[in-house]
């Protein structure tokens, strides 16, 4: 049944209450006449009246009641359409399934009072729903409840959550395909790429055994492209875009400063392996060895291949031609043979910009703007503030002094060129002057290597002990319970010795005697299988010569 045909059976229901003290044509009876005893036939007249009132109001309303659901059905499909309908599919939106039940209690009361207007019955006015009939059709109007989910066992909960970290683990790994993708492309989309360093952290804290397995993977294949790219010389074997930025991302991702890691431990090797290996021919290696010294900084571990890599740099950037034994080292470590004056700065410059890494790594390498005099003040900014990095990190080496004073020189040379902007110089002369501290406190903590101040300790001599009267076995030990027990000892030994005598004597006893019953069985058991046999060959042959009678017959 629908609710509207409940609705019109409760009006009904509620007409007829209200209606039961009234009838048709009482309304101007005096009340002496409806006081008055009635006969039998007024009785049945009176009922039989009010039966077709009944009957006729009933059909009146269920008349109504199909014009009503007529309309409804016309106005369903711009309903279907409204958005507090389509509201009502998502949860928790009561202020949409509120708006929709106020909007159908209104068209329902506007419709009920446009036919309360029309029905008329003797003139009488009917009276307006009360607030139990609202109520009762706004109850009809409400969702119906739903059952809600059951309790599931811990099996299932486990399942769940299996069959969702199998979900993203695949994803995660089609979102990091899109990451190198986007970061192999030129240009370089960098917002999105950032927006997709967000999701990719936080799902690599849920599944950081997958997240591991993908990075030693691309590492690999990065080792082995880096291995076969140093061979050919033609091209440059400094890791590109996509590289730089999926070792920026585990980075970002894993922690860089711990001891042994199954991922960082491998790309910190790669990274010292491409400062190591590489050759600088372009100011565009030393922006992106920059890059990895800086990258190399946040392990706080030592890294002598980014110390090495910041002198060279440094190196580049001085005027002087002459060569130093320390600094053909640098060209055998760095598999250079002759390193250019990359960074020198010939000419003025108005204003050192920061150096945007992105934008230098989508030029391409015979740029011109890698030859500027800006590019090489910012490179040298950019150099110098990773030094310091450096100088803050390893000032508690004991080799400190060893690693920082040959920069210690370049600084001062570089800083005493002609045409390097004020700027660069304070900020060259604030970092020598912090590794000239850090070696002087040094230099004041170690002490130079001296002979032991106390005396040696002599060792000690025992003058020897001689016995008069001395008898060979006698013990002349004064302590004599210790001689008593060494005595004790002596006996000991002295008995176990007799006592495993006397039981190999009775081993070998017991043996023989053993051997003697045994020989004696042997023999019994021969003359009793020889007379055994003897008896048998007579039996045999008595039995073929005949004196059995048996066998054959004797000639005559």
Not at 36 to 43: G, L
Not at 97 to 114: M, P, T
Not at 425 to 437: F, M, N, P, Q, W
Request: aromatic residues 6%; charged residues 30%; hydrophobic residues 35%.
């Amino acid at each position: 049944m629908l609710p509207d045909d409940i609705d019109a059976e409760t009006d009904e229901k509620l007409d007829l209450v209200q209606r039961s003290m009234q009838i048709p044509g009482e309304t101007s009876a005096d009340d002496g006449e409806e006081n008055r005893h009635k006969s039998k036939k007024e009785v049945m007249e009176e009922i039989i009246s009010k039966s077709k009132f009944y009957k006729a109001q009933k059909a009146k309303d269920k008349e109504e009641n199909e014009n009503l659901v007529e309309e409804l059905d016309k106005d369903f499909t711009s309903l279907i359409h409204s958005e507090a309908l389509l509201s009502l599919t998502e949860p928790n939106k009561m202020n949409a399934l509120k708006a929709l039940v106020n909007k159908s209690i209104s068209n329902d009361q506007s419709n009920k009072d446009q036919m309360s207007a029309t029905r008329t019955m003797d003139n009488s006015v009917q009276e307006k729903p009360d607030d139990y009939d609202k109520l009762v059709k706004q109850m009809g109007l409400e969702m119906r409840a739903r059952p809600s989910d059951r309790t599931k066992t811990p099996e299932e909960i486990a399942q769940e959550e299996k069959e969702r970290l199998e979900q993203l683990e695949v994803f995660y790994g089609v979102l990091l395909q899109y990451f190198a993708v986007l970061a192999n492309k030129e240009p370089l989309n960098v917002e999105l790429l950032n927006m997709l360093v967000k999701p990719l952290i936080e799902m690599s804290k849920e599944i950081p055994y997958f997240a591991a397995i993908c990075a030693r993977r691309r590492i690999e294949a990065t080792r082995k492209q880096f291995i076969e790219s140093i061979k050919q010389s033609e091209s440059s074997s400094w890791p590109s875009s996509k590289t730089l930025c999926l070792l920026r991302l585990w980075s970002m991702i894993f922690p860089c400063s711990d001891f042994r890691h199954p991922v960082m431990t491998p790309v910190i090797l790669l990274m010292c392996e491409y400062l190591m290996r590489c050759p600088i021919v372009s100011g565009r290696d030393i922006a992106i060895g920059s890059f990895l010294c800086s990258m190399l900084l946040s392990s706080r571990k030592f890294c002598p291949e980014a110390i090495i890599f910041l002198r060279t740099s440094l190196l580049a950037a001085t005027e002087s031609k002459h060569v130093s034994d320390e600094d053909s080292q640098l060209y055998h470590l760095m598999e250079l043979k002759a390193l250019k004056p990359l960074l020198c700065i010939h000419e003025t410059v108005n204003e050192i910009s920061p150096l945007n890494f992105f934008k230098i790594i989508d030029m391409p390498e015979d740029s011109s703007f890698f030859t500027s005099v800006s590019f090489r003040a910012s490179v040298l900014v950019a150099v110098v503030e990773t030094l310091q990095g450096y100088v803050n990190v390893y000032e508690g080496l004991s080799s400190f002094p060893e690693m920082f004073l040959p920069i210690f020189k370049l600084l001062n040379e570089i800083a005493e060129q002609k045409n390097m902007p004020n700027a660069l110089r304070d900020k060259i002369k604030d970092v020598a002057e912090l590794i000239k501290l850090k070696v002087d406190e040094h230099h004041t903590l170690r002490r130079p290597l001296q002979m032991r101040k106390q005396k040696p300790v002599p060792i000690k001599l025992l003058n020897p002990k001689f016995e008069e009267n001395y008898v060979k076995g006698r013990d002349y030990d004064p302590d004599r319970e210790q001689a008593e027990l060494r005595k004790l000892k002596k006996q000991l030994k002295c008995e176990a010795k007799g006592a495993a005598r006397e039981l190999r004597k009775d081993n070998y006893f017991l043996l023989e005697v053993k051997e003697k019953e045994r020989s004696l069985q042997e023999k019994d058991r021969a003359e009793k299988y020889g007379r055994a046999k003897a008896f048998l060959q007579e039996q045999e042959h008595a039995f073929k010569s005949g004196q059995l009678g048996k066998g054959r017959k004797r000639r005559r």
